[in-house]
């Protein structure tokens, strides 16, 4: 079996490691014998998404959101938002999350223009939520599936009514410190504030997004357990020290 995975901008939406979200989707898929085949898609590429089975786009700082911004809009919304429509499995990273909402207004410097993939907004806040993370995924996910992970943002995010959030806050700060929600859902596709790496931490979530990929590609899934025993004590080392959030003043950025 094969899988293609098209990786957004990875030069310049990598923060906080998470390109080893896409290792870790690789080495998942390699101990199961399943090829799962990466392009990088960057500035001007104009890919074609059908083609496609997963996809992944990672965090940044405004910097290099600023960067992409505008070729997100002009040369992959379209295309892109048809694919999630089609059932396309896709993960998104904080600066990613927010670009597929509608707008990300940072702190300073003008509006960043999303592709509204997530009926959601972003307003830049005047102090970072800076912090380990502890997320009750939502039960579709897993009724037990609790998400760690690392965040870092200005932004405060509100979600409209068409997506749902990927999870309930336990401890942290999640997208805007108020309601408990934390991340976005829309179709097969995941928007989170929680770095990390996200996946090696929570190789649930990892194997979820896969089994979506098989079902829609092949119409079964056939996923072989793996020995996660090593994931299973970082997380209870890391579950064990997390703490309440701090917060840095935004110009720290
Ligand atoms: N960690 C990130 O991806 C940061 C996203 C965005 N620049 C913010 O500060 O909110």
Request: proline share 5%; net charge positive; charged share 25%.
């Amino acid at each position: 079996m094969e899988l293609r995975l098209a990786y957004f901008y990875p030069t310049l939406m990598n923060l906080y490691g998470d390109r080893g979200n896409v290792q870790v989707l690789s080495q998942r898929c390699r101990w199961r014998g399943i090829d799962l085949v990466v392009d990088e898609i960057g500035i001007g590429d104009r890919p074609n998404l059908s083609a496609y089975d997963l996809a992944f786009f990672g965090g940044g700082q405004d910097k290099e959101q600023y960067k992409i911004g505008a070729d997100l809009v002009q040369t992959k919304a379209v295309n892109l938002r048809a694919s999630i429509e089609d059932g396309l499995v896709m993960l998104a990273i904080c600066g990613g999350l927010q670009l597929l909402g509608e707008y990300y207004r940072p702190l300073q410097g003008p509006p960043l223009q999303g592709i509204s993939v997530f009926d959601l907004r972003t307003e830049g806040g005047h102090v970072r939520a800076i912090g380990n993370v502890i997320v009750q995924a939502e039960p579709e996910l897993g009724t037990k599936l609790q998400l760690i992970g690392f965040e870092n943002h200005s932004g405060r995010t509100y979600l409209g009514p068409g997506c749902r959030p990927l999870g309930r806050v336990v401890k942290g700060f999640g997208n805007n410190g108020k309601d408990g929600s934390e991340g976005a859902r829309y179709r097969n596709c995941i928007g989170t504030y929680l770095h990390g790496p996200l996946l090696p931490k929570n190789p649930e979530l990892a194997d979820y997004l896969l089994r979506l990929a098989l079902q829609r590609k092949y119409g079964r899934v056939d996923l072989a357990p793996l020995d996660d025993q090593l994931e299973k004590e970082t997380r209870e080392y890391v579950m064990s020290r997390v703490r309440r959030p701090h917060f840095l003043k935004a110009e720290c950025r």
